[in-house]
């Protein structure tokens, strides 16, 4: 089974709206952290955000927050007030404390934003 | 302060050749991955390094792959006799400590490797 699914190949977002990228995960580790990373096109991986299992509210990092539902094992990104900028490629990842050496990162999702 | 970096950006060679691929890692991060992204694919791992502990080799692709990390710092990906499949982005990836599961990576820019 696939650690980590996002279902969405290619999204498309009028600048100044908001955009949810989706993201399911599967594991049994009662401890583990959700990444996301975006990746423009000059192809550096940047750290946007992380949620631990453990957090009780979702994170937030300016205009980025991670819509987190635990039981139902989503782990959403949510970028509001889109730029132009923010068109790119955008991976969620896992790391379980059991095998914290191991990331397993998503197929992707290709965001446009559009003027 | 300095992040991951990777040298060459670019490499472009010949069928059969071997390269070499360098990595930076961050000061004082102990773990270094490296991934292989194919155009337009998701990040495949390739190997992991902790510390002075053995490697995690799991991911590579085939015996013409290795790599080694000296002094704990500086890496080096090899591929030998290479094959036009072997074109791809390889990323290179630090973190700062290995047993936690909150910590990130932060990944260098990437080495564009093309195999005429």
């Known amino acids: 089974a696939q650690k980590i699914t996002q279902t969405q190949p290619g999204m498309f977002v009028q600048e100044k709206e908001a955009v949810t990228l989706d993201c399911t995960y599967d594991t049994s580790d009662p401890s583990y952290g959700l990444f996301w990373y975006k990746q423009p096109s000059s192809g550096e991986m940047i750290f946007l955000i992380y949620q631990g299992s453990y957090d009780q509210q979702n994170a937030t990092e300016g205009r980025y927050s991670l819509n987190f539902q635990k039981a139902r094992k989503s782990a959403n990104l949510v970028i509001s007030a889109s730029q132009l900028g923010d068109s790119a490629m955008y991976f969620c990842a896992m790391r379980e404390h059991s095998n914290f050496n191991k990331f397993y990162f998503g197929s992707g999702t290709k965001l446009n934003v559009k003027p | 302060g300095a992040g991951v970096s990777q040298s060459p950006s670019n490499k472009v060679t010949e069928k059969g050749k071997d390269v070499e691929l360098r990595c930076d890692p961050i000061?004082?991060?102990?773990?270094l991955y490296w991934y292989r992204q194919s155009l337009g694919q998701g990040l495949e791992f390739l190997i992991y390094?902790?510390?002075?502990?053995?490697?995690?080799k799991s991911g590579l692709p085939s015996d013409r792959f290795s790599a080694e990390r000296t002094g704990g710092s500086v890496s080096t990906l090899t591929i030998q006799r290479t094959q036009q499949e072997d074109s791809a982005v390889y990323l290179c990836?630090?973190?700062?400590?290995?047993?936690?599961?909150?910590?990130?990576?932060?990944f260098g820019p990437g080495t564009r490797l093309l195999v005429l």
């Open positions: 990836a630090s973190s700062p400590s290995r047993d936690s599961s909150s910590v990130a990576q932060y």
């Open positions: 390094f902790q510390g002075n502990s053995a490697p995690d």
């Open positions: 000061s004082g991060h102990t773990a």
